[in-house]
């Protein structure tokens, strides 16, 4: 007996759902059609309609509140609170000490078609072992020049190997070389029992 009951408050409920969303779909398309109106309008007609002062008018302690309404286009409202930011002391002069008063996104910096070495999972790897592959073809060519340039001259030219290093080729086309995968071992080691006491 209790599925009847269910189902019929379910179908009450959604009845009243559809009812709701029909509402709010209708409301939501007369403010369309105003704000189309609105937009072929001026300013100061649609300030006589609604019965508003015009922003710009107005000064510091005035109410700015009617300019809040749903029937106020957007760009009156805007004009009205730059207007109220404009007359406040507080809102319009700043002094830097304000946590959140600037825009800490980096929307202003964005590059149209910008893109990034970071990839995900891996960082910033690739980027940083080519950056440094180039640096260090550009010290062995510089270490070249000062080879020849000895060379020329007829002086000895000084190596700043150690002993234990060996100047290779670098071929820019290869591949970076990984480093060996190594796995980590553990070993417990069993306490050992006295014996005797």
Do not use: C
């Amino acid at each position: 007996m209790t599925t009847g009951r269910d189902f019929w408050s379910e179908r009450i409920r959604s009845v009243q759902k559809e009812a709701e969303a029909e509402q709010e779909a209708a409301i939501e398309q007369e403010r369309a059609s105003q704000q189309e109106l609105a937009a072929e309008k001026s300013d100061a007609e649609i300030l006589a309609e609604l019965d508003l002062p015009d922003p710009e008018t107005l000064k510091a302690g005035d109410d700015f509140s009617a300019f809040m309404g749903k029937a106020v286009p957007e760009r009156i409202r805007r004009k009205a609170l730059r207007k109220l930011w404009g007359t406040n002391a507080t809102l319009a002069n700043l002094d830097g000490l304000v946590d959140y008063g600037e825009d800490f996104t980096d929307s202003a910096n964005v590059i149209e078609g910008m893109q990034t070495a970071y990839q995900v999972g891996k960082g910033m790897l690739a980027h940083v072992a080519k950056q440094a592959e180039e640096a260090e073809i550009a010290a062995l060519l510089e270490d070249e020049d000062t080879y020849d340039a000895a060379e020329e001259d007829g002086t000895e030219p000084e190596l700043a190997l150690s002993s234990n290093e060996a100047v290779e080729p670098v071929n820019s086309e290869a591949a970076p070389t990984e480093l060996p995968k190594r796995r980590m071992r553990f070993r417990v080691e069993q306490p050992q029992e006295r014996v005797g006491g």
